[in-house]
């Protein structure tokens, strides 16, 4: 249609441009504005691919879908994106709410609420651990993460039957396996029993962690993991029916080790997956270390 327009305008100089720009149904601006990638693409191709990642991603707003487009080789921007989603029904659903499984309710140690004194730079500063409870059939399973706060990974996981501290040590191994402990490491949590557990606490202490915890009744101490948490119920827990433990264990490993580490986009992290961060963030210091070594 631009095109169009362009053309009446060489072939008929006396009719102004705004004139055709209103019978074309343009704005003045988009007449002069050069064409762009996404204008030379199909728009079907464009609208095609949108609703790919509006399925495979169901929570994803229209600024997060389009980045991903973006990512894509489409320079489209979010009016767009967002009047696509309005028209094709893709705007996501409103989160159900978050139910806490926290019991402080102890005669255990409380340790200081540390994260609002720190300055995470880098990978394993600051690790975040929570856990949630799944519905099942006939039972309730339970979750236990860890994630590294800088990248968002998740870096040790455990589901469960037991909602006790058995199911965090596990998760919390699993972190110890695959990461390195670095001097000054903070491990953060609520102040529920499986946390303040001395089996727990004991292990942190071993590795030379730094323990800290919540304030009471204040879960936005523990915003990343519960952030995390909220995401895993809309994203992969409210769209399934588990058959069993089994079942869900393999789906939620799915989950969160080829989809939320690898490809989810988060914008705290200039729209990239964790995996690809981590990737960049130590390419970054590789480099730096190169350019300026010690």
């Known amino acids: 249609m631009k095109t169009l327009i362009q053309h009446q305008v060489q072939e008929t ?3 102004s441009v705004i004139r055709l720009s209103q019978l074309g149904g343009l704005s003045r601006a ?3 504005r050069e064409p762009t990638a996404l204008e030379d693409a199909s728009a079907i191709e464009v609208r095609d691919r949108l609703q790919e990642l ?3 991603c169901p929570s994803y707003g229209y600024r997060r879908l389009t980045a991903a487009l973006r990512r894509d080789g489409f320079r489209v921007n979010r009016k767009r994106v967002l009047r696509l989603m309005r028209e094709d029904n893709l705007l996501c659903l409103r989160k159900r709410r978050f139910i806490a499984t926290t019991d402080s309710s102890h005669g255990l140690p409380i340790y200081p609420n ?3 004194t720190l300055n995470v730079t880098g990978l394993d500063q600051l690790w975040s651990a929570d856990l949630t409870y799944i519905r099942l059939g006939s039972e309730f399973i339970y979750l236990a993460v860890i994630l ?5 990974r998740i870096i ?3 589901l469960g039957r037991s909602l006790d501290a058995s199911l965090v040590l596990s998760a919390l191994k699993k972190a110890l396996v695959h990461r390195t402990v670095k001097v000054g490491l903070v491990h953060h949590s609520d102040r529920g029993v499986q946390y303040a557990s001395r089996e727990y606490t004991e292990l942190l202490k071993t590795h030379g962690i730094t323990i800290s915890m919540s304030r009471k009744g204040n879960p936005y101490d523990n915003a990343f993991a519960e952030s995390f948490m909220k995401t895993l119920k809309y994203e992969e827990v409210y769209l399934q029916e588990y058959e069993n433990l089994p079942d869900a264990k393999a789906s939620i490993e799915r989950f969160l080790v080829e989809v939320y580490n690898q490809k989810r ?6 729209y990239l997956p964790p995996a690809e ?3 960049h963030h130590l390419q970054l210091n590789t480099t730096l270390a190169l350019i300026n070594p010690p």
């Open 13 to 15: 100089p006396s009719v």
């Open 265 to 270: 986009l988060h914008s705290s992290l200039g």
């Open 148 to 152: 590294d706060v800088f990248s968002r």
């Open 30 to 32: 988009t007449f002069y």
């Open 54 to 56: 509006a399925c495979e």
């Open 114 to 116: 540390l994260p609002p």
């Open 277 to 279: 961060f981590e990737q």
């Open 156 to 158: 040790g996981w455990e």
